[in-house]
């Protein structure tokens, strides 16, 4: 093969790389529009989404969590090696939040399950006003 045809070809696959990358962030959209119109009544419910890179696998996981029960009433993932992994619905994460990182299978989605539970710690903390030390209060100026 000579470099003009090999140059085309490495062209091509990034192409398609990033045809298919566009695909998957349509359908991160979608599956995040979706669960915010089913779940989106109830102000104590809560969206997340978490995610894991790999070398050779990653996982994006999105969960709606009731933070006043603690419970995960709905999650899907993405997990794989390649452009044309799919979102799937993950039965084995519904049920206690405490207990979902343990019940999630393989190590990046175990990872990215952590990720959403530290964000719903954060929109739990807005939602009650309580603010983190290391970060002041953006409304409120310093005391000089």
């Given at each position: 093969?000579?470099t003009?045809?090999?140059?085309?070809?490495?062209?091509?696959?990034?192409?398609?790389?990033?045809?298919?990358?566009?695909?998957?962030?349509?359908?991160?959209?979608?599956?995040?529009?979706?669960?915010?119109?089913?779940?989106?009544?109830?102000?104590?419910?809560?969206?997340?989404?978490?995610?894991?890179?790999?070398?050779?696998?990653?996982?994006?996981v999105?969960?709606?969590?009731?933070?006043?029960?603690?419970?995960?009433?709905?999650?899907?993932?993405?997990?794989?090696?390649?452009?044309?992994?799919?979102?799937?619905?993950?039965?084995?994460?519904l049920?206690?939040?405490?207990?979902?990182?343990?019940?999630?299978?393989?190590?990046?989605?175990k990872?990215?399950?952590?990720?959403?539970?530290?964000?719903?710690?954060?929109?739990?903390?807005?939602?009650?006003?309580?603010?983190?030390?290391?970060?002041?209060?953006?409304?409120?100026?310093?005391?000089?």
């Amino acid at each position: 093969m000579d470099t003009g045809r090999f140059a085309l070809f490495l062209l091509g696959a990034l192409l398609l790389s990033g045809l298919f990358s566009y695909f998957q962030q349509r359908a991160y959209t979608g599956v995040t529009r979706r669960l915010a119109q089913q779940f989106g009544g109830n102000s104590a419910h809560v969206l997340v989404s978490g995610r894991s890179k790999g070398i050779l696998r990653g996982a994006v996981v999105v969960l709606v969590i009731d933070s006043i029960d603690q419970e995960v009433l709905a999650a899907e993932a993405m997990v794989g090696r390649s452009v044309l992994a799919k979102f799937r619905v993950r039965a084995e994460l519904l049920g206690s939040a405490r207990s979902v990182v343990e019940r999630a299978t393989g190590k990046s989605m175990k990872k990215a399950v952590q990720g959403c539970l530290e964000q719903a710690e954060i929109v739990r903390r807005k939602g009650t006003g309580t603010r983190s030390p290391s970060r002041p209060d953006p409304a409120r100026p310093e005391p000089a």
